[in-house]
């Protein structure tokens, strides 16, 4: 690294500052590192969240190009960008072109803030969950631009929905988050992570029964918040085309598409960093690790990080094909009338919870866990059953 | 408050069945036949039983009637019966010309021997309409037709004369009253 800046800078930047040269090149490559994370991410999600939604309706997806259809995004992407960008004559033209790059930035300085690994983070920032939030909400100044700019009634009312749905879901979410900010008494991901333990009892979402709670209402409200499936109403193809996209055509209409793939990370990224230990691993795989080589427990800590974001990934896309989309009254009233206040009773339920008991509970840690994993268990019995019921074979093969 | 908690309840376990079904149908086969590369078994197999798809004649138990030729309302179907002092009477072509066939199968009803008759296969697209034109008698080919066994064909004339009288009653019996 020093040796990198100091090339740089004896050969190509000499008047420059060292410490300059050192930040550019500290800037580019983990802007380079991001950039090629979330881009083929953000692609090959698209590729799965096709092919599980087909296999869920009993269909096969995309498997035409490359091995297994895996190449389909690059033909998508390629396709996009080859197309005519089409500005409407009525639009208001800086804003509409201005939209798609607002709404991808939110998504992506999301990412600068998210704990890979207890060393791989561009910025612990000591804020970092406010930051995550808010630049997340970003989006929807990005959203309601281009229902507006793009001057038609589709993507006008889009983007109206789009306003009232994110900031009100705002709310749930913030307070759903603050029981874990309570209990570990940082606003850090990194901190937030290191207060939890590799094991399930350790984790937030077990530590009381208000905790497990507020899980859901996270993971509701940031499914609200991402405009997913069942909350979709801002896109919601049957009412208004497209809702705020529906004037936009190639590479600005793949940024939106982009931005809702890479949102879909980040949520999975944020509950496993407040409710399931992020990237926490047991102690003797990472002794076990780090005698191998310095390097390899960052490794299986993002790799564990990896496997619990996509949990929540998977669970997103398949709730998307569970359950149909709300009404825009249902879904203000299931934000104001449920999340909100039991929200409320969250946080007041685990402030007491630590005043009460101020190292919590093992008992209750270890009943909760228990309890999610019986869920777990019927889970699987009732799928067993569901396929025992329509007399059809398991065939859990992927490739087609 | 009770319809509040029940609402939650209602939603909590229906959203879990759902998960629940939408899981068991992920983990089946999917449905679809993924029709030219890949396919379960041989595609004339995947073809219901009578399906009609392509023509064919049995030149070996061709009786040469021409039922066929004339009960095809387009002319699809065209025999050329000749005499030879050597064999006889003899069929020597027996063309159908695939490309203007409308799969009607009014050919296949009237056939005494079931000589012509559907197969379950499809897929055969030519370049040319020429290409479309089956010629079950090659070039310059000479085939004698079937002549059923003189036994059976007794038995066989006494079963039709009697079945063929109440065929035709009835139906003289539908016209006259319509």
């Not at chain 2, 041989?42 to 798809?53: A, C, Q, T, W, Y």
Request: hydrophobic residues 50%; contains cysteine.
């Amino acid at each position: 690294m020093e040796n990198l800046v100091t090339y740089i800078h004896d050969n190509y930047l000499y008047g420059a500052p060292v410490w300059l040269v050192g930040a550019i090149v500290q800037f580019v490559i983990a802007l380079l590192l991001l950039m090629l994370f979330v881009a083929p991410f953000a692609g090959i999600l698209s590729f799965l969240e096709r092919r599980i939604a087909a296999r869920i309706q009993d269909r096969i997806g995309p498997n035409r190009v490359g091995p297994q259809g895996l190449l389909q995004f690059l033909a998508d992407g390629i396709k996009s960008l080859l197309k005519e960008d089409l500005i409407p004559r009525d639009a208001d033209k800086p804003l509409f072109i201005l939209a798609p790059y607002l709404v991808f930035l939110g998504m992506f300085t999301t990412f600068v803030a998210l704990p890979f690994a207890s060393k791989l983070v561009v910025a612990d920032l000591n804020v970092g969950i406010l930051y995550v939030f808010a630049t997340s909400s970003l989006t929807v100044v990005g959203l309601v631009m281009a229902g507006w700019g793009s001057g038609s009634k589709w993507s006008m009312l889009g983007g109206m929905r789009s306003a009232a749905q994110v900031i009100s879901y705002e709310i749930p979410a913030g307070l759903a988050a603050l029981t874990v900010i309570l209990l570990a008494g940082s606003l850090s991901m990194q901190t937030i992570i290191a207060n939890q333990g590799a094991h399930p009892w350790q984790w937030y979402i077990f530590d009381n029964p208000f905790c497990t709670i507020s899980f859901f209402i996270l993971l509701i409200s940031l499914t609200a918040e991402g405009n997913r499936a069942p909350f979709d109403l801002p896109e919601a193809e049957s009412e208004l085309v497209s809702g705020y996209n529906t004037e936009y055509s190639g590479m600005r209409f793949v940024f939106f598409f982009f931005a809702e793939w890479a949102n879909l990370y980040v949520l999975g990224a944020i509950m496993t960093t407040l409710f399931l230990g992020g990237w926490q691993i047991p102690e003797s795989l990472y002794k076990a690790s780090a005698g191998m080589a310095s390097w390899l427990p960052q490794i299986v800590q993002l790799v564990f990080f990896q496997v619990k974001t996509m949990v929540f990934v998977f669970l997103v896309i398949q709730l998307r094909w569970t359950v149909p989309r709300v009404r825009i009254d249902q879904l203000m009233a299931l934000c104001w009338k449920y999340l909100v206040p039991i929200a409320f009773f969250c946080v007041i339920g685990t402030a007491a919870w630590m005043i009460i008991l101020p190292d919590g509970s093992e008992t209750v840690r270890y009943l909760l866990t228990a309890l999610a994993g019986l869920t777990i268990v019927y889970y699987f019995y009732r799928v067993v059953y569901q396929l025992r019921v329509t007399r059809s074979e398991l065939d859990f093969n992927p490739l087609v | 408050m009770s319809g509040y908690l029940q609402n939650i309840k209602e939603a909590a376990t229906s959203i879990f069945e759902g998960f629940a079904i939408t899981l068991s149908h992920m983990v089946r086969r999917p449905v679809t036949i993924q029709y030219p590369d890949k396919t379960p078994r041989p595609v004339s197999d995947l073809m219901p039983e009578r399906s009609r798809s392509w023509l064919r004649v049995e030149m070996d138990t061709c009786t040469a009637c021409l039922m066929c030729e004339t009960s095809c309302p387009i002319d699809v179907i065209k025999i050329t019966v000749a005499k030879d002092p050597d064999i006889g009477r003899h069929m020597s072509g027996f063309d159908i010309d695939m490309a203007k066939c409308m799969y009607c199968g009014l050919c296949t009803e009237p056939c005494p021997t079931g000589a012509i008759h559907f197969i379950p296969e499809f897929e055969r697209a030519a370049y040319s309409l020429e290409e479309m034109v089956e010629h079950f008698i090659p070039e310059g080919g000479k085939v004698v037709p079937f002549k059923p066994p003189k036994k059976e064909k007794a038995a066989k004339g006494g079963d039709d004369a009697s079945e063929e009288a109440p065929e035709e009653g009835p139906e003289e019996s539908t016209e006259a009253s319509a």
